[in-house]
């Protein structure tokens, strides 16, 4: 098991310090890639490009992400039909935020992941949770200018 994160503490020498887009791993080494929260940085094309390149072949790469940075997902081209509709409340009030979490798996096709799993996290469905196995080195795959950019919502914080 390896785990980084873009700073570490001396007190925790678990935790390596390392940038998620290059990563100290030799290629198709690693069984399972669990990205909590790692998905934050501008360059999501270069991250999912190194998750693709230490994962084995047919490896699986785990995401949990804050939901509402899927909220209506536009790239890609991907129908809306495996939208996922979550109850958000806004100030006392419900409204449904569209997750569009299939378009987002369809721009990740040509990174050379499938989706296999997705839902929202309990108890209140703020996180979500997505499956992908390695289905082909990206690499081989499509060529790097022709891969689709992903750009995920920022994070929105409220004060406490």
């Given at each position: 098991?390896?785990?980084?994160?873009?700073?570490?503490?001396?007190?925790?020498?678990?935790?390596?310090?390392?940038?998620?887009?290059?990563?100290?791993?030799?290629?198709?080494?690693?069984?399972?890639?669990?990205?909590?929260?790692?998905?934050?940085?501008t360059n999501l094309k270069d991250i999912i490009r190194e998750?693709?390149?230490?994962?084995?072949?047919?490896?699986?790469?785990?995401?949990?992400?804050?939901?509402?940075?899927?909220?209506?997902?536009?790239?890609?081209?991907?129908?809306?039909?495996?939208?996922?509709?979550?109850?958000?409340?806004?100030?006392?009030?419900e409204k449904v935020v569209n997750l569009d979490l299939q378009?987002?798996?369809?721009?990740?096709?040509?990174?050379?992941?499938?989706?296999?799993?997705?839902?929202?996290?309990?108890?209140?469905?703020?996180?979500?949770?997505?499956?992908?196995?390695?289905?082909?080195?990206?690499?081989?795959?499509?060529?790097?200018?022709?891969?689709?950019?992903?750009?995920?919502?920022?994070?929105?914080?409220?004060?406490?």
């Open positions: 098991m390896h785990s980084y994160d873009l700073y570490s503490s001396e007190a925790d020498s678990s935790v390596i310090s390392a940038d998620m887009a290059r990563l100290p791993l030799d290629s198709c080494t690693v069984d399972a890639a669990v990205y909590s929260l790692s998905l934050m940085p998750a693709n390149r230490i994962l084995k072949p047919s490896g699986q790469l785990l995401v949990v992400e804050v939901a509402s940075r899927f909220a209506d997902y536009q790239s890609g081209s991907a129908d809306r039909r495996g939208s996922l509709n979550v109850a958000k409340k806004d100030g006392g009030k378009r987002f798996a369809a721009d990740l096709k040509p990174y050379g992941f499938s989706l296999t799993a997705s839902e929202p996290l309990p108890p209140n469905g703020f996180f979500t949770y997505l499956a992908f196995k390695k289905t082909g080195d990206a690499e081989r795959l499509t060529p790097k200018s022709r891969l689709p950019e992903i750009v995920l919502k920022a994070c929105l914080y409220k004060a406490r």
